[in-house]
Every structure is written in C-alpha cells, then in structure tokens.
C-alpha cells in the first residue's frame, strides 16, 4: 500500500488464483474498490493480473490494511454490504473488549 504521486492510492497485491482486471470490484478488509487500472513491478498497465503474478492496482480511495485479502465480489452494491457488515461486526467486537477492561477495572 503507497501513496504515489500522480497515480493516488495504490495497493500491491499477489494474485493466488483467478484474474483481476480493470473494472472489476474488490472487497479488501473494511475497504472497496471498482479497480482503475492494473499494474506490473515497473509501471507498465496489464490487461490482467494472473496467478502468482505481482500487481499493483489503482482505484482505492482508502487504503485497506496491509495483509487484508483481497477478494473480487460481482458489483459494488455487494460490495458496500460486505464493508458495511465487517465494519458491524469490528464496532460491536471493540465495544465487547471495551466492556470486558471495564468490568475487570471495576
């Protein structure tokens, strides 16, 4: 995950199985994104990113945890829910931990 200038946020990824290509909607921890642009090591734009090939990817306008993975999802409606529900789920764990300190400070 960078910043670099000119391009905006962009996010380096390893793709495992399947393609990734332009256009496509990711969902990667609480962060989506409609993919902008795929990337080689050297800048160089690719039709698509192949298994076990290095990519960097633009189109993110929040950068999404470093190791989160990264997982292509059929339109960016199904995508929201997805963010939406994980970020339900780290709100209500946070408050459960928060509860928890607070009853052994007690």
Same mark, same amino acid.
């Given at each position: 995950c960078s910043v670099d200038k000119g391009l905006g946020? !962009?996010?380096s990824v390893l793709v495992r199985w %399947? +393609? &990734?290509k332009a256009g496509d909607v !990711? @969902? *990667?921890g609480h962060q989506y994104a409609r993919v902008r642009k795929v990337l080689d %090591?050297?800048?160089q734009t690719l039709d698509m990113g192949r298994p076990s090939v290095p990519v960097r990817l633009l189109g993110f306008r929040e950068m999404p945890t470093p190791g989160d993975e990264l997982v292509v999802v059929p339109d960016e409606e199904r995508a929201k =829910?997805? @963010? $939406? *529900?994980r +970020? =339900? *789920?780290a709100e209500q764990e946070? &408050? $459960?931990l928060n509860q928890a300190v607070d009853t052994l400070l007690e």
């Amino acid at each position: 995950c960078s910043v670099d200038k000119g391009l905006g946020n !962009v996010l380096s990824v390893l793709v495992r199985w %399947g +393609t &990734l290509k332009a256009g496509d909607v !990711v @969902v *990667a921890g609480h962060q989506y994104a409609r993919v902008r642009k795929v990337l080689d %090591g050297s800048g160089q734009t690719l039709d698509m990113g192949r298994p076990s090939v290095p990519v960097r990817l633009l189109g993110f306008r929040e950068m999404p945890t470093p190791g989160d993975e990264l997982v292509v999802v059929p339109d960016e409606e199904r995508a929201k =829910r997805i @963010v $939406e *529900a994980r +970020t =339900r *789920a780290a709100e209500q764990e946070q &408050l $459960e931990l928060n509860q928890a300190v607070d009853t052994l400070l007690e």
